[in-house]
């Protein structure tokens, strides 16, 4: 029996490395929902391609043109955040891909979990903003939560059940980012092509920012102390250029399980979408005797700061991290949009962050208002910059 999928985010780059998945093993899946952000067009070509049940798109200027590129397909069209929403919770779906970009992707993937459904999570601004009330959500709703990102996935595969009391750390890699090797003097003029140059991963720009401020081992720390249900001193970063290490874990015993692979997000991705099965890839294997070696190094805090303010938003928990991301969130869109030098980004996340009133045990309405009130904040730290 084919495993009913609904894609929340299709046009992105997770969303269309998925439909790939998809395509591949169409006895395996079915596609019955999409969803995008703003690209009608997009959006429609991929539905007229699978023939999903529904599909929805969040702005709701763009839902007349979807609805006319759809017309007489037999596809149901919705529009605005409850039309994504109302796909995520649409009837009949076994998995729901989570890969909106950001803290949009809260209210949809909720509507999913309460719903009792499989999430693939390749969103991790859900964890990090509401951690805590999406793991108390998939408990009450017997929701499983799978991550896609190739970090958090490689630990999952390595836990793999295990009793949290073996563990003694939980080691994230990451590749260094585009910048490893460029001088911070440097950063300040940066261009936004050379910020979304990475060396080892094809990602969408937002994620590219923030593997070249590191901010996301800081937002991957705080998503892997939810996920895992592990405290935040127990979790570490590790730079491993060869990106072919994706994470490890450590045992009380001194054993080390590492999980190693090609640099491919379709690996990740088919993964979560056929859990707890497993189906070939048609990728070419890892082939370490060309790898010929591995290195790792401790990641420089001073020079990429966000992964110290990640750390410290994690160990304080509470609407820290949503004020995180929310800030964060505005700066990388005002770099990618060129009105903001990418110095900026991690000068303006430190300012918000110092001012906000911590809220020690939010309700999901102080968590929107963290969300709302850093993203305010963060603009008024820079009205009249302009990028150099």
């Known amino acids: 029996m084919r495993k009913r999928v609904v894609i929340l985010g299709s046009t992105g780059s997770i969303g269309q490395n998925a439909l790939k998945v998809a395509a591949e093993h169409p006895t395996a899946f079915e596609v019955v929902g999409l969803t995008a952000g703003t690209s009608a067009e997009a959006l ?28 007489g397909s037999g596809i149901v069209v919705e529009a605005g955040p409850e039309g994504v929403a109302a796909v995520a919770a649409m009837e009949g779906a076994d998995v729901v891909l989570v890969a909106i970009t950001g803290a949009a992707a809260l209210a949809p993937a909720l509507a ?64 260094g980012g585009p910048l490893k090797e460029i001088p911070a003097e440097r950063f300040d003029s940066l261009s936004r092509e050379e910020v979304l140059n990475h060396p080892r991963w094809r990602m969408g720009p937002k994620i590219s920012v923030d593997s070249a401020t590191m901010m996301n081992k800081g937002l991957e720390v705080i998503e892997a102390r939810w996920l895992f249900d592990i405290p935040v001193r127990q979790i570490e970063v590790l730079i491993h250029p060869e990106a072919v290490i994706h994470s490890m874990v450590e045992f009380v015993d001194g054993s080390v399980l590492a999980h190693l692979g090609v640099t491919d997000m379709r690996i990740p991705i088919q993964y979560a979408l056929t859990y707890p099965d497993r189906l070939p890839t048609g990728l070419p294997p890892l082939d370490l005797a060309a790898v010929g070696r591995l290195t790792f190094e401790p990641p420089n805090r001073v020079k990429f700061p966000c992964l110290s303010f990640g750390y410290a938003a994690a160990e304080q ?36 962050l110092s001012r906000h009133r911590l809220v020690a045990e939010p309700a999901l309405d102080d968590v929107v208002a963290a969300d709302r009130w850093a993203r305010d904040e963060a603009v008024r730290c820079w009205p009249h910059e302009v990028a150099r």
Request: hydrophobic share 50%; charged share 20%.
């Open 44 to 71: 429609a070509a991929q539905a007229l391609a699978v023939r999903p049940r529904r599909v929805a798109i969040a702005d709701a200027a763009q839902a007349g043109a979807l609805a006319r590129r759809l017309a």
């Open 112 to 175: 999913a979990i309460r719903l009792g459904r499989t999430m693939a999570l390749a969103n991790k601004e859900t964890m990090v903003i509401a951690g805590r009330l999406m793991q108390a959500e998939a408990a009450e709703h017997g929701a499983a939560l799978v991550p896609v990102d190739s970090e958090h996935c490689a630990i999952f595969q390595c836990l793999d059940g295990k009793p949290r009391a073996h563990v003694r750390r939980l080691l994230l890699t990451g590749s």
């Open 317 to 352: 928990g509470g609407t820290a991290p949503a004020v995180l991301n929310a800030a964060n969130e505005v700066c990388v869109q005002a770099f990618l949009d060129g009105r903001i030098p990418f110095t900026k980004i991690a000068a303006t996340i430190d300012a918000v």
